[in-house]
Structures are given as C-alpha cells and as structure tokens.
C-alpha cells in the first residue's frame, strides 16, 4: 500500500472519530473511545512519516475524482511533508495521552471531542496536499476546527473575544494564501503543485508570492506583526489544545512558507533573504520581552512561541539569503537548524502547556502571583516542568541548545555572502537572537521559580495535589524526546538530510557516524558539540558533589528561622513576585517602547485601606496598528453603509460593473 493511502486511511479514521464524537456527546465514555482513537491513527501516522523520512523513498503522489473538475484532488508525500507529519502527529499523539487524564475534567467534554479530531485530520490533510485547491480547504478546516476549540468555553467573554481576533486573522490569512496560490496558478489555473512548480514565475511576481505567503503563513504563526490572535487564543483553549495549536499548528504555518518559497516560487532574490531575517529578529526579540512581562502562565507561554517563531524564521530567512547565492552547504546548514528547532519546540512548549495545564487542574489558578511551593505538592510536575523550562531556555544538554547552536553556526558564515546588506545584517539578527536567549532564560526562570518554588501564594496552590496518571506519562515522554534530541543530535540531523537535499541542493555531511557521537555540522569552521559527553559530565559531577557532601559535611542537623530577606513578617506575600523579578528588566528594556506603567493607589496617612498596585502591560501593535486600522475600518463602514439600502436595479449595474473589471485584469494579464 502506498504511504499516502495509509497516510488518508488516518485521515479518515480521525474524520470517523469525529462522528463518533457526535454521537456520543453526552455519554460517558466518549473521552476515553476518542482520545485512544486519536492516539492510535496518530502513531500510525507518525510511523509511516518516519519510515518514508528515514527510508529517502518518494515522492508519492495519488490523486482523487474529487475537489476541481479540472484537477482533481491531488495528494502527495516527499521528504518535506513526511517531516512534518512526524512533528504533527507526534504532538497529537501525546495530547491524546494528556487528554485521557485532562479530559475527565472537562466541563463540557462534547465542545471540545469531535473538533479534536477535526483538528488533527485537517492538519495532516493540509501537509498531504498536492494542489492548491485541497490545500485551502484542508487549511480552513484546520483553522475552523481550532476556532471552535478556542470557543469550547464560550462563556467567558475574554474568551469569546479571543475567538472573534482569531477568526479574523484567520480569514485574513487564508485570502492572502488564495491569492498567493492565484499568481502561481498564472492564467492557465493550474493548481496543481506540479505544475505550479514546473512554471515560469517573473522576478516582480515571485516577490510578491513571498510577501502575500509571509502574511498568510506568518499570521497563522504567529510572527510579529501578525501575533496579536496568539497570546488571547492559545490561554483560551484547553491545556492540551493550547499545546496543539502552539506546538503543532504554528507548524503547520511554517510548512506552508517552506513549501511556497522554497519549493514551488523559484528562485527568488538575496533581498528576500533579508526580509525574512527582520522579521524573524523583530519577532524573537518582541516576544520574549512579552513574555517575561507576563504574569498569567499560559499567556506567558503563547507570547514565547512567538519568540521561538522568530528564530525558525532566522533559520529560514539565513537559508534563502545563502541559496539565493548558490551557497548550498550554508542554506543547509540553517535550514537545518530551523526544521530542528521546528522538531524542539513541538517537544518543550507542547511540555510547558501540558505542566500548565496541570498546574491550573491541581490548582485552579493560571496567576503566577496566586501560585508558588507547588514542588512539594506536585514533584512529578515540577521535575517535568523543569525540563521543559531548560529544553526551551537553551541549556545544554537538552534539546534546544543544539538547534540554536546550530542558528549560530550559520549565522557565522554570512562573511562569505557578497552582498553588505547581508554582512551587515546577518550579525545584527545574531545579536538579537543572543539577547532573546538570554532573556527566554530570564522568563522561565520566572515561571518556574514563582510557580513551584517559594510558600503558597493562596490557599489554592496550598491545596494542590499531584495530577492523573496519563497526564504524567505524557509530559515524561517529551520530556525524554526533550533529553534524547539533545543528546543525539547527530541523528536529528541525517533526518533531516533528505530534507535540506529537496529544498536547498546540498545537506550537512552525516553525523551519527562521528566518534562519541559529536556533531561536527560546518567543517570549515571546526566547531563540534557533543550532547552526550555533556549529559554525562553533568551527571557524573551531580553524583560525585552529592557523595561528597553526604561523605565529609557534618551529620548534625541544625533547625533555625529562615533567612526573612529584612522582612519578619511570614506572609507569603513578602516573597519575590513576578512583577518584581521581571521589574528590571522591564525598566531597561520595554517602558517607554512597549508604554508599560504602574499603577500605584497609596492611601493617605491614617487611612486604614490597604495599598494597591497593578501593572499594565499593552501590546504595542496592537494600540498602535490594530486600534487605528479599527478606526479606519470602522469609519469607512459607516460612509459605505447606504449601499445595502440600493433598489435591485443598483445592484445589478453594480454587480455588472464589477464583472467587467475582473474581465478587464483577467485580459490585461493574459
């Protein structure tokens, strides 16, 4: 059986669960017959993307009496869609898992069951896709699925308005993408991606694909300017959602710009290169700031894909400027480096989300300022939270070190690029990356630290308790996926060989053949990392401390008062809060740039009312692009309002009118 029917007879195995769903919404039973449904197609899925993946075979195409009378239905399967597949339906795979344990706290389990399902099927419908046609319909199945997971808790108005922005921007991306694929398809209408890759595009007309597909692709991604739908959307789902859409569906986005740009477009110019680096550098840098500013963890959570977006996009716009310059070995290297980081961010932020959501089950509360000394009463979760916080903070040994290792590694052979926009620019988004980095680290060292360590902040965390079993294995195993992509790098990356072959003309030398497993990706500059030895060189000297202390220190045991930091009183509320740890930070950094204030009410002497403070924390793009194009809209909607008062005769003049227009363009093109 060819792989892409296997790859279909998932899809319709989700696509029945979604009926199954619906006919069990009140019963049960319906959590468990659909989670374990979901996981299963989705590990069949993800071992067949890994078997075609491994296996260089392909490409495989099918095509189907269906969609266009023109077309058909095409779906196809090469090494770029096979990759993807494996990071979607892993992801899926796992949230399933989680979504057993979840689930059974779930209000209203049938809002949430069939669109799970959808959700999945139309993701992997969108990366098997062979034409344009079924690739816009599987991506507005896609996005409706997830707009209606946003909404399973409608009755909460923050709620409904996240699912109002996200519609919106959905909508607004999938016209972009309609009109991408529309300059490509040319006059002839040819959707089909074989034939839209084997065409002829002018370089005034690739240009222009890169910039609707970068709107399109990047607003359901969540790159700066385009992230306002993100930080509202993501905390609005459940947990296990919000690790889907963050981990998996941002994927889905990034996937849509690869195969435009770098497959079916062309060639296209260095400048474009450039494009794609500020608007990658913009994004890390931005999104971290957001982040740490942020005291709600699933918001604090959301705005960090968007910095971790930022880098794939780094990666991305590296590979474009060095291909466009036939550097082949360079574009593989940094388009190694973002399908790499692709993989690692699928794996730590789909852990963060789910420790989230454990946090918020066992406790009830998403605040950092309500949370803290949950370690003691959820040490499982804590540890688990932990890898997920050093995997993302890019700390070796675990995963995230070894792809933005990889970023630097590219970054430090733009002096070869001929063009001084590129050698200029190259090193400045380098540098941003390095401040984004150590400022992510920042970040989850706040999320953790006010989460987990410190006394209870209120009675709901002192109540906690330690979450379901499924909830728990599904967090150990990305966990372990976190640990093991970290320290055997080396086969990551001839994963990805047949990938970077397909799109950017060379690959990175093999590395899992290298002695002690080191990696050693770009000869020319020397540099090699070895995972292992560092794991093991962190274990050995924990262990060897450990012994020593229990060895030689005194065995008596001294009880004192502990350290009050000046502060006798033994509230809780005289800890470190998020607010004041991200407090430097947010002077130096955002202030003025992003018009963050304090709000301080101090009661005059002898008033017996407690002080207040409250921190505002705006998004700038949003006050000041979105508002004043509200405005705009707003105020032209009004002016135009008369036109639904028109007799029938208007309207027809103008629906005439308008198609001679069209016909017009459509000539004037031919």
């Given at each position: 059986?060819?792989?892409?029917?296997?790859?279909?007879?998932?899809?319709?195995?989700?696509?029945?669960?979604?009926?199954?769903?619906?006919?069990?919404?009140?019963?049960?039973?319906?959590?468990?017959?659909?989670?374990?449904?979901?996981?299963?197609?989705?590990?069949?899925?993800?071992?067949?993307?890994?078997?075609?993946?491994?296996?260089?075979?392909?490409?495989?195409?099918?095509?189907?009496?269906?969609?266009?009378?023109?077309?058909?239905?095409?779906?196809?399967?090469?090494?770029?869609?096979?990759?993807?597949?494996?990071?979607?339906?892993?992801?899926?795979?796992?949230?399933?898992?989680?979504?057993?344990?979840?689930?059974?706290?779930?209000?209203?389990?049938?809002?949430?069951?069939?669109?799970?399902?959808?959700?999945?099927?139309?993701?992997?419908?969108?990366?098997?896709?062979?034409?344009?046609?079924?690739?816009?319909?599987?991506?507005?199945?896609?996005?409706?699925?997830?707009?209606?997971?946003?909404?399973?808790?409608?009755?909460?108005?923050?709620?409904?308005?996240?699912?109002?922005?996200?519609?919106?921007?959905?909508?607004?991306?999938?016209?972009?993408?309609?009109?991408?694929?529309?300059?490509?398809?040319?006059?002839?209408?040819?959707?089909?991606?074989?034939?839209?890759?084997?065409?002829?595009?002018?370089?005034v007309m690739a240009a222009l694909v890169l910039v609707l597909v970068l709107v399109g692709a990047g607003s359901k991604a969540g790159l700066v300017p385009l992230h306002v739908w993100l930080p509202l959307a993501h905390p609005a789902a459940p947990s296990h959602v919000s690790a889907l859409m963050s981990g998996v569906m941002t994927k889905v986005a990034i996937y849509a710009f690869i195969r435009v740009v770098f497959d079916l477009v062309g060639p296209l110019p260095w400048w474009s290169g450039?494009?794609?680096?500020?608007?990658?550098?913009?994004?890390?840098?931005?999104?971290?700031?957001?982040?740490?500013?942020?005291?709600?963890?699933?918001?604090?959570?959301?705005?960090?894909?968007?910095?971790?977006?930022?880098?794939?996009?780094?990666?991305?716009?590296?590979?474009?400027?060095?291909?466009?310059?036939?550097?082949?070995?360079?574009?593989?290297?940094?388009?190694?480096?973002?399908?790499?980081?692709?993989?690692?961010?699928?794996?730590?932020?789909?852990?963060?989300?789910?420790?989230?959501?454990?946090?918020?089950?066992?406790?009830?509360?998403?605040?950092?300022?309500?949370?803290?000394?949950?370690?003691?009463?959820?040490?499982?979760?804590?540890?688990?939270?932990?890898?997920?916080?050093?995997?993302?903070?890019?700390?070796?040994?675990?995963?995230?070190?070894?792809?933005?290792?990889?970023?630097?590694?590219?970054?430090?052979?733009?002096?070869?690029?001929?063009?001084?926009?590129?050698?200029?620019?190259?090193?400045?988004?380098?540098?941003?990356?390095?401040?984004?980095?150590?400022?992510?680290?920042?970040?989850?060292?706040?999320?953790?630290?006010?989460?987990?360590?410190?006394?209870?902040?209120?009675?709901?965390?002192?109540?906690?308790?330690?979450?379901?079993?499924?909830?728990?294995?599904?967090?150990?195993?990305?966990?372990?996926?976190?640990?093991?992509?970290?320290?055997?790098?080396?086969?990551?990356?001839?994963?990805?060989?047949?990938?970077?072959?397909?799109?950017?003309?060379?690959?990175?030398?093999?590395?899992?053949?290298?002695?002690?497993?080191?990696?050693?990706?770009?000869?020319?500059?020397?540099?090699?990392?070895?995972?292992?030895?560092?794991?093991?060189?962190?274990?050995?000297?924990?262990?060897?401390?450990?012994?020593?202390?229990?060895?030689?220190?005194?065995?008596?045991?001294?009880?004192?008062?502990?350290?009050?930091?000046g502060f006798p009183d033994p509230s809780p509320l005289t800890q470190y809060s998020g607010s004041s740890f991200a407090q430097p930070i947010r002077r130096v950094f955002v202030a003025r740039a992003f018009g963050v204030h304090e709000k301080v009410a101090m009661p005059a002497p002898g008033d017996v009312r407690p002080a207040r403070f409250a921190l505002v924390v705006p998004d700038p793009v949003w006050d000041r692009l979105y508002q004043p194009l509200c405005g705009v809209v707003d105020f032209?909607?009004?002016?135009?309002?008369?036109?639904?008062?028109?007799?029938?005769?208007?309207?027809?003049?103008?629906?005439?009118?308008?198609?001679?227009?069209?016909?017009?363009?459509?000539?004037?093109?031919?």
């Amino acid at each position: 059986m060819s792989p892409v029917v296997f790859l279909l007879l998932c899809v319709a195995v989700l696509l029945g669960t979604v009926v199954l769903a619906v006919c069990l919404a009140r019963s049960k039973v319906a959590t468990i017959w659909v989670y374990c449904l979901v996981l299963a197609a989705c590990l069949a899925a993800a071992v067949t993307a890994l078997s075609v993946l491994t296996g260089r075979g392909g490409p495989f195409t099918v095509a189907l009496p269906l969609g266009l009378p023109w077309v058909g239905a095409n779906f196809g399967l090469d090494a770029l869609s096979a990759f993807f597949l494996l990071v979607i339906n892993l992801g899926g795979a796992t949230a399933s898992l989680y979504g057993l344990g979840y689930g059974a706290h779930e209000e209203e389990p049938h809002r949430v069951l069939p669109f799970f399902a959808a959700f999945l099927a139309g993701m992997n419908l969108v990366l098997l896709a062979g034409d344009a046609f079924v690739f816009l319909l599987s991506w507005e199945f896609m996005s409706l699925a997830s707009w209606a997971l946003v909404m399973a808790h409608h009755h909460d108005p923050e709620n409904r308005r996240a699912g109002y922005i996200y519609l919106l921007m959905a909508s607004f991306g999938t016209l972009a993408l309609l009109l991408a694929f529309g300059l490509l398809a040319g006059p002839g209408g040819d959707f089909a991606f074989e034939a839209i890759r084997q065409g002829t595009h002018s370089p005034v007309m690739a240009a222009l694909v890169l910039v609707l597909v970068l709107v399109g692709a990047g607003s359901k991604a969540g790159l700066v300017p385009l992230h306002v739908w993100l930080p509202l959307a993501h905390p609005a789902a459940p947990s296990h959602v919000s690790a889907l859409m963050s981990g998996v569906m941002t994927k889905v986005a990034i996937y849509a710009f690869i195969r435009v740009v770098f497959d079916l477009v062309g060639p296209l110019p260095w400048w474009s290169g450039m494009l794609i680096l500020a608007f990658g550098g913009a994004s890390a840098v931005l999104g971290v700031l957001q982040a740490i500013m942020q005291d709600d963890l699933k918001r604090l959570l959301a705005y960090s894909t968007i910095e971790n977006i930022g880098i794939i996009f780094v990666g991305l716009g590296l590979a474009l400027a060095f291909r466009s310059n036939g550097m082949a070995m360079a574009a593989a290297l940094a388009l190694t480096a973002a399908l790499f980081h692709v993989l690692n961010h699928s794996f730590f932020k789909s852990l963060l989300f789910f420790g989230a959501g454990a946090v918020l089950t066992a406790s009830g509360e998403r605040r950092l300022e309500r949370l803290g000394g949950l370690i003691h009463r959820m040490p499982v979760t804590s540890f688990l939270f932990l890898t997920g916080c050093v995997a993302i903070s890019a700390l070796p040994p675990l995963n995230g070190f070894v792809s933005e290792w990889l970023t630097f590694q590219a970054v430090l052979l733009s002096p070869d690029l001929p063009q001084w926009g590129l050698k200029i620019m190259v090193p400045a988004v380098g540098g941003t990356l390095a401040l984004a980095a150590a400022l992510a680290a920042a970040t989850f060292v706040k999320a953790f630290g006010i989460t987990f360590l410190g006394r209870p902040r209120s009675e709901a965390a002192r109540t906690a308790h330690e979450v379901d079993r499924f909830s728990l294995a599904a967090m150990a195993i990305l966990g372990l996926l976190c640990l093991l992509a970290g320290i055997l790098p080396g086969f990551v990356i001839d994963m990805l060989a047949p990938v970077t072959r397909l799109l950017a003309g060379g690959a990175v030398p093999e590395q899992s053949a290298l002695p002690w497993l080191s990696i050693v990706p770009a000869a020319k500059s020397g540099s090699s990392y070895n995972g292992l030895l560092v794991f093991l060189f962190i274990t050995l000297s924990a262990l060897l401390a450990t012994w020593a202390i229990h060895r030689f220190a005194s065995h008596r045991l001294r009880r004192a008062p502990a350290w009050d930091c000046g502060f006798p009183d033994p509230s809780p509320l005289t800890q470190y809060s998020g607010s004041s740890f991200a407090q430097p930070i947010r002077r130096v950094f955002v202030a003025r740039a992003f018009g963050v204030h304090e709000k301080v009410a101090m009661p005059a002497p002898g008033d017996v009312r407690p002080a207040r403070f409250a921190l505002v924390v705006p998004d700038p793009v949003w006050d000041r692009l979105y508002q004043p194009l509200c405005g705009v809209v707003d105020f032209v909607a009004q002016r135009i309002n008369h036109l639904q008062f028109l007799t029938i005769r208007r309207y027809l003049s103008l629906v005439f009118f308008a198609l001679v227009f069209l016909l017009l363009v459509l000539a004037i093109w031919s």
